[in-house]
C-alpha cells in the first residue's frame, strides 16, 4: 500500500477577495488626505489640528481594521 502524502496547511490559505482590497486601498487615500491635511497652513491651522487628526483617527481606527476583521463570502 502507498502511503499518502499529507502537505501541510502552513502558511494558512489568505482569505482576500475585492471587498478587503478595496477597504484597504480606502484606508491608504484616507490617510494620504489626513496627512496633506496635517501639512496645510500654519501649525495653528483649525484644519491641521481638529480636521486633520479625525480624519487620521477614521483611517486609523475605523477602515483598517474593518479591512482586516471583515469576513469574506467564500465558503
Known sequence: MKEKKVTP?????LDID???VF????????CIIGYLLLSVGPW???ISRT??????LVAYV???PMAIMKKSNKK
Open 9 to 13: 496547511a502552513w502558511p494558512p490559505p
Open 62 to 64: 475605523v477602515i483598517f
Open 51 to 56: 480636521i486633520a487628526p479625525l480624519v487620521l
Open 23 to 30: 477597504l484597504y486601498a480606502l484606508g491608504f487615500v484616507v
Open 18 to 20: 475585492k471587498r478587503h
Open 44 to 46: 495653528d491651522n483649525p
